[in-house]
């Protein structure tokens, strides 16, 4: 007779990522690689402004054809300063993320670039915004039944970022002021100050 034993894996969290201020933006390589560089490099700057450490990076689901496959790009913020030392790619456990950013209303429905689902590693309470002609109760439903997110309470706001801006890096950055607390929109024009784009100010502002 053989007897079955139910192993429960090991998953490693880490706590001292979870005390810093995280946010994850989910794109496609090359449709929106351009933008989630500009969005996630103004944002970081964002943070310095207010006198926070920052960094930005990213990582893709290494592939042959690079063409529209999964791309993640982070921002995280120090409370001011970030004590540890970052590794090279995030894995999406725990409870680190405190904004999700959807370039593509893909992912609403297909997992990410590290093979996850959209919510995995993020803080219960974390803002979703999503580039998007769907209503915000539209995406609550997908994302309640595709991915798992049926213990998410965060708040989530939509935007078709194309109609405001064919660079839609900008009012992407202008709805998660509106969204998130953590950046606002004074931080976000001093940083369009310093990167030479204050022509942008009104896409952010209409974001």
Known sequence: MVKLVKIKPHIERYPEYEKLDWVVAHGLGVD??????????????AGAAKGLEAYYYMRYDDSPERNYIPMIFYVVFGTPKI????????EPIGEIFNAIV???????????AQRALLFDGAKKDAVLLVNTSLTPDDVVRLVKKYNLAQDWFGKVATINAAKIDKSIAYPLLGALAASWPKIDLDAIYTALEVLGKTDKKESVKRG
């Open 32 to 45: 929106h690689t351009s933008d989630m560089m500009t969005f996630t490099s103004t944002l970081a700057q």
């Open 83 to 90: 004590p540890v030392l970052l590794h090279e790619e995030v």
């Open 102 to 112: 959807v370039f593509s209303s893909n992912f609403l429905v297909q997992k990410t």
